[in-house]
Antibody, heavy 120, light 108 residues
Framework: EVQLVESGGGLVQPGRSLKLSCAAS????????MAWVRQAPKKGLEWVAT????????YYPDSVKGRFTISRDNAKSSLYLQMNSLKSEDTATYYC?????????????WGQGVMVTVSS | AIVLNQSPSSIIASQGEKVTITCRAS???????LHWYQQKPGAFPKLVIY???YRASGVPSRFSGSGSGTSYSFTISRVEAEDVATYYC?????????FGAGTKLELK
């Protein structure tokens, strides 16, 4: 059974940094692209970042490019999101998701999410 | 960026009723890259339909999808109580990978 478990969320002040982690199990982690998708309170879904199987390629929307960095450790089956220069609009639940990239680019499995609140 | 316009934004339906949600893209996308997710209250999203019309593993046959080009639809043939959720379309055709704003399904 595919499992994705996020951690590292919490309350952080504007301008500060936070690093999220996602522990994966139930599949061969190194064979899959992975992603982060967020959801602001009472709002819709927003794709945040994707990383290739080896970690050599990363993709971001303009809203987080230059501030967020996605990375992975295939030996630990773990995914990370380093978030710098945080803004109030980054307040959201952050989901780790498996990104089916070779075929149709859907997010086929999701974690339960971790809350990040950016506030002074 | 490809914008996905979902309609309606909310639906109130009776059990057993057929409901259809529409997703219109701001530019044409291959049907391979249009997907639908279900997010039940307080839960994480779940992929239900991928590549326009293929049901994900374990998804009941009452869920279906169709469409091409810029116009796609998602249908529940006979709504059940457990289908109460918000449904989102998503395109994987081009970066940034965007979602529709969602359609909230409630029961009468």
């Amino acid at each position: 059974e595919v499992q994705l478990v996020e951690s590292g969320g919490g309350l952080v002040q504007p301008g500060r940094s936070l690093k999220l982690s996602c522990a994966a199990s139930g599949f061969t982690f190194s064979n899959y692209y992975m992603a982060w998708v967020r959801q602001a309170p009472k709002k819709g879904l927003e794709w945040v970042a994707t990383i290739s199987t080896s970690g050599s390629r990363t993709y971001y929307p303009d809203s987080v490019k230059g501030r967020f960095t996605i990375s992975r450790d295939n030996a630990k089956s773990s995914l990370y999101l380093q978030m710098n220069s945080l803004k109030s609009e980054d307040t959201a639940t952050y989901y780790c998701a498996r990104h089916e990239y070779y075929g149709y680019k859907a997010f086929d499995y999701w974690g339960q999410g971790v809350m990040v609140t950016v506030s002074s | 960026a490809i914008v996905l316009n979902q309609s309606p934004s909310s639906i109130i339906a009776s059990q057993g009723e057929k409901v259809t949600i529409t997703c219109r893209a701001s530019s044409s996308i291959s049907s391979n890259y249009l997907h639908w997710y279900q997010q039940k209250p307080g839960a994480f999203p779940k992929l239900v339909i991928y590549s326009t019309s293929y049901r994900a593993s374990g998804v009941p046959s009452r869920f279906s999808g169709s469409g091409s080009g810029t116009s796609y639809s998602f249908t529940i043939s006979r709504v059940e109580a457990e289908d109460v959720a918000t449904y989102y379309c998503q395109q994987g055709s081009s970066n940034p990978y965007t979602f529709g704003a969602g359609t909230k399904l409630e029961l009468k």
